[in-house]
């Protein structure tokens, strides 16, 4: 059986406690991440899309930023091959 791994990335300007629950009809394992040093809305946003998908994860990965993709791929890499070990 093959891992389904969804990557969520906040950027809308809405509060993160209003996400509307009625778009976020995921019901696959999903992994959000955010950088430790991003902005508390990012985080914010991650953990309650989180609350909201039955199978997801929330990790905030130490020392990065919203831009971990671009700038510590390694990072990001390690953080996702963990999760499917």
Do not use: Y
Request: aromatic share 6%; net charge positive.
């Amino acid at each position: 059986m093959a891992t389904s791994i969804r990557f969520a990335h906040a950027t809308s300007s809405r509060s993160a406690s209003k996400l509307p629950t009625d778009r976020w009809k995921v019901n696959a394992p999903t992994f959000i991440m955010t950088g430790e040093n991003s902005g508390p809305f990012f985080d914010d946003a991650a953990k309650a899309l989180a609350e909201l998908l039955p199978l997801a994860k929330h990790q905030t990965l130490a020392g990065q930023d919203h831009s971990a993709v671009v700038m510590a791929p390694d990072v990001l890499a390690k953080a996702i091959v963990s999760r499917c070990e």
